[in-house]
């Protein structure tokens, strides 16, 4: 079955710098890349996907990038807030619906001002 | 006008004892899940419901019971607790169980089995 593997762990990094987030996954036939943000106490929230087909996707301070020769794909955050601050997971399915969505062990991150 | 709730927020209960989870959902969605959050902060499917029907069970203790009485409801039942069910309990909810749908959670159950 998939695997999905998240890193770093735990990332700090002052307001204004840019956060990078790494995911590799096993299985080469998986085409859905979802990145969901947890901040403390509360539900997991999409913020941004990308599907295999694309090799870029951005959305306002925050990309997505995939190689799938590589099979990994990255979380980026540009002009870091306080209010970026939470637990990011990355996810990785062949396109089989939520529930056959892998996790990854998730990346807290803490932007200090 | 909360998309997916769930209740109690908080649980804490002693060994041996038999709790229940509910969870609503008012989006309209087919498709309902519960996820387990363990310490780690790891997120793991437990199972997952389309239209009422059971259509995933991942290796979960049959202690673990879930019911759905209609598409809009999933509770969860755990009999006979035991520490390590101690975890975030987190029901969730899209909008069909096919395709890149994105899925909606509830606010989690925080359950401590002492």
């Known amino acids: 079955g998939e695997n999905v593997e998240q890193h770093p762990s735990t990332l700090s990094v002052q307001e204004g710098d840019s956060a990078v987030i790494k995911c590799t996954y096993s299985?080469?036939?998986?085409?859905?890349f979802p990145w969901y943000k947890q901040e403390l106490g509360k539900r997991p929230q999409l913020i941004i996907d990308?599907?295999?087909?694309?090799g870029e996707k951005k959305d306002q301070r925050i990309a997505v990038t995939l190689n799938k020769t590589a099979k990994h794909f990255s979380l980026h955050i540009t002009e870091t807030q306080p209010e970026d601050s939470a637990v990011y997971f990355c996810?990785?399915?062949?396109?089989?619906?939520?529930?056959?969505?892998?996790f990854g062990t998730g990346t807290r991150l803490l932007v200090s001002p | 006008d909360t998309a997916v709730s769930q209740t109690p927020k908080y649980l804490v209960t002693q060994m041996g004892n038999d709790k229940s989870i509910k969870c609503e959902q008012n989006?309209?969605?087919?498709?309902m899940y519960w996820y387990k959050q363990d310490s780690k902060k790891f997120l793991k499917i437990m199972f997952s419901?389309?239209?009422?029907?059971?259509?995933i069970n991942e290796t979960v203790p049959n202690r673990f019971s879930p019911k759905s009485p209609d598409k809009a409801h999933l509770n969860l039942h755990i009999n006979s607790l035991e520490l390590g069910d101690s975890a975030v309990y987190f029901c969730?909810?899209?909008?069909?169980?096919?395709?890149?749908?994105?899925?909606?959670f509830g606010q989690g159950t925080r359950l401590t089995v002492v």
């Open positions: 989006l309209g969605h087919d498709t």
């Open positions: 969730a909810s899209s909008r069909t169980w096919t395709g890149p749908v994105e899925a909606f």
């Open positions: 419901y389309n239209n009422k029907e059971l259509i």
């Open positions: 996810a990785a399915s062949r396109d089989l619906g939520f529930q056959k969505l892998v």
């Open positions: 990308i599907r295999s087909n694309v």
């Open positions: 299985d080469s036939a998986s085409n859905y």
